[in-house]
């Protein structure tokens, strides 16, 4: 059985890859390596499933139209700049997200019992806290530079973005770096609540 490696996340607009771009080339001048995200691969990540059955697949399809069929779409914005674990020892550095964040909790937490159930889904210890990754710093001294850096960007406004669907995404490493496919697309189809 052939497998696949397997992601659940919404899009981003080209408003807030444009500022992403800029936000990596800024932090790029504390000379810290970095192994930057590409522009065309920004995206906020609901799941990560790893690699799974393209069996479990379909699964995963269906249980992304059932979640997405309870959220109606609403507007993402990425603002700040934070790192985990810390912003005082980054490792993956990120943009947050000021608004949309309730929705994407409920979205991730509509889908992560079925997922795990199924066994596609291993729960992170830490809770769900979207973001969009910018890059991962390559070792400890670039943590230190980077570290230098973060406090300057907290104010930082990359825009808004709407949310109308949920992706199932494929992802392969290439020679040029890593190449997403979308597999599924699946609306949000919820009645608002304001």
């Given at each position: 059985m052939a497998r696949t490696r397997t992601f659940i996340g919404v899009a981003v607009n080209d408003t807030?890859?444009?500022?992403?771009?800029?936000?990596?080339?800024?932090?790029?001048?504390?000379?810290?390596?970095?192994?930057?995200?590409?522009?065309?691969?920004?995206?906020?990540?609901?799941?990560?499933?790893?690699?799974?059955?393209?069996?479990?697949?379909?699964?995963?399809c269906r249980v992304t139209a059932k979640a997405a069929a309870l959220e109606a779409p609403f507007t993402l914005r990425v603002g700040g700049v934070g790192a985990f674990p810390t912003p005082r020892r980054p490792k993956i550095l990120w943009g947050g997200i000021t608004a949309g964040t309730e929705a994407l909790v409920r979205l991730h937490a509509a889908m992560a019992l079925p997922l795990?159930?199924?066994?596609?889904?291993?729960?992170?210890?830490?809770?769900?806290?979207?973001?969009?990754?910018?890059?991962?710093?390559?070792?400890?001294a670039d943590a230190t530079l980077l570290a230098a850096e973060l406090p300057k960007h907290l104010g930082w406004n990359a825009g808004y973005t709407p949310v109308e669907e949920i992706l199932v995404y494929s992802t392969e490493l290439r020679r040029d770096g890593m190449e997403y496919t979308v597999l599924g697309r699946s609306p949000l189809l919820g009645e608002s609540k304001e």
């Open positions: 807030i890859r444009a500022a992403a771009k800029l936000m990596q080339r800024s932090l790029a001048l504390s000379g810290a390596e970095v192994k930057w995200v590409e522009p065309q691969n920004f995206h906020v990540t609901l799941l990560f499933l790893g690699e799974i059955d393209d069996r479990d697949l379909v699964h995963a795990s159930e199924l066994g596609s889904y291993r729960q992170e210890e830490r809770g769900y806290t979207p973001h969009l990754t910018l890059g991962r710093a390559k070792g400890e």
